[in-house]
């Protein structure tokens, strides 16, 4: 019964993170159209309407007295205009920031409820943010220094004969970034879910023995218990680190080191 | 052969959680320590900690994921 491969082999741990159509529908018009809505699609809605109807249920309606959901949201506000105003010193970047910490944030947390999907556990999703965010900021630093934006690559104080080693040192440490980026949230959201579904299927088969290992099996079930409050604390840490590593990226561009 | 190998190497990619573990231990001693010191800047630490603490968990996650890959996939 115990340490059984065959099952683990079966019930794959990364199955939880497969995309699969739910509605789909395929026709031969235009060469070939393919719609579909896959379960990253419906849970990315999922995030949206959660989103939305969170700042919808927090709007304070001009009252007097905020609503303790308004006192929350906007402690969360004031968190993130603090953090902005730290690290680049001016407003114009804090809804674009404030976007998308929430956006990871849902993102992380509705994936924390048992047998949902999780849309940064996608490389899709994660890659795509960090590349995007990169581009941005890239296109941003040109835009202001034009040409000069290419000295962010030298930095000061270099002489002249490790020049050419430090821009390549430089340039690959720039671009590990688009990489580093998105890879640290999904790998982080990877490692936590697999880590708690292969825990769970030890549960479940300690469980489901007799009555004494089953009562036995509460002492880890608390552990369990604990790690899932780590994952909980890591969805909000990973929003809280994608977000402050953005905003120093973009302080990098518009000041250049 | 092949399945060995696979969990060798599985195993083998996990010994990457040891920087992490050491690095994490390090980042929240040096928390302490620096809090000892200098309680006033508790929360500006603890922030910067915090982000420490995830770049560190980060790249232990990386190792760990390889060996979740060999393992299942």
Known sequence: ?257 | MLAAAKYLGAGLACSGLIGAGAGIGLIFSALIASTARNPQIKGQLFSYAILGFALAEATGLFSLMICFLLLYS
């Open chain 1, 1 to 257: 019964m115990f340490g059984n491969q065959q099952y683990n082999i079966i019930n794959s741990p990364l199955e939880q993170f497969e995309v699969t159509s739910l509605l789909g529908l395929n026709a031969p018009i235009l060469g070939y159209l393919n719609i579909s809505l896959t379960n990253l699609a419906l849970y990315s809605l999922l995030v949206l309407f959660i989103i939305v109807s969170l700042h919808y249920m927090a709007n304070n309606d001009t009252k007097l007295v905020p609503s303790k959901w308004s006192i929350a949201l906007e402690s969360v506000f004031a968190s993130i205009n603090s953090m902005v105003r730290e690290q680049l010193g001016k407003e114009l970047y804090l809804p674009f920031i404030y976007s998308l910490f929430f956006f990871i944030l849902i993102a992380n947390l509705t994936g924390n409820i048992p047998y949902s999907f999780t849309i940064t556990t996608s490389i899709m999703v994660s890659i795509g943010l960090s590349f995007t965010i990169l581009i941005a900021v890239t296109i941003l630093g040109l835009s202001i220094h034009k040409l000069h934006f290419f000295s962010y690559f030298v930095p000061s104080g270099t002489p002249l004969a490790l020049v050419p080693l430090l821009v390549l040192i430089e340039l690959v440490s720039y671009l590990a970034r688009a990489f580093s980026l998105g890879i640290r949230l999904f790998a982080n959201m990877v490692a936590g879910h697999t880590l708690m579904k292969i825990l769970a299927t030890f549960l479940y088969q300690m469980f489901s023995g007799s009555l004494i290992v089953a009562v036995l099996t509460l002492i880890p079930f608390t552990l369990f218990l604990a790690i899932m409050g780590l994952e909980l604390a890591v969805s909000f840490i990973q929003a809280y680190v994608f977000v402050i590593l953005t905003c120093s990226y973009i302080k990098d561009a518009i000041e250049l080191h």
